[in-house]
């Protein structure tokens, strides 16, 4: 079973920077793609940055040039570092893939269990 743990998130004030970390394991065939999305408190969950298998990188338009997304492939693990953030960062941030399991002909979705970042001071 492939189970995504996410770690890193806490409060910090504005300006400052947190390093958001996923890990994924279990039996894994492959790895499309993996990212990170948010959600605050009566708003959609939203894409944040997603890193695919041959290492393409997207961003949401608000969090370009602040954030960093990154990835340590024999781990199977990703980074989210987080710069100059703002009170509008305050959200719970999922880990997310695009991963075909060692079980299934084909890939699924997986989420972590989230993790709250607070920019506040």
């Avoid at 990212?35 to 009566?42: D, E, F, K, N, T």
């Avoid at 199977?76 to 509008?88: A, D, G, P, V, Y």
């Amino acid at each position: 079973q492939v189970q995504l743990v996410e770690s890193g998130g806490g409060l910090v004030q504005p300006g400052g920077s947190l390093r958001l970390s996923c890990a994924a394991s279990g039996s894994m065939f492959s790895i499309n793609y993996m990212g990170w999305y948010r959600q605050a408190p009566g708003k959609q969950r939203e894409l944040v940055a997603r890193i695919t298998r041959g290492g393409s990188t997207n961003y949401a338009d608000s969090v370009k040039g602040r954030f960093t997304i990154s990835r340590e492939n024999f781990k199977n693990t990703i980074h989210l570092q987080m710069n100059s953030l703002k009170r509008e960062d305050t959200a719970v941030y999922y880990c997310n893939a695009l991963i075909q399991s060692g079980s299934s002909r084909v890939p699924s979705d997986y989420w972590g269990q989230g993790t709250q970042v607070t920019v506040s001071s």
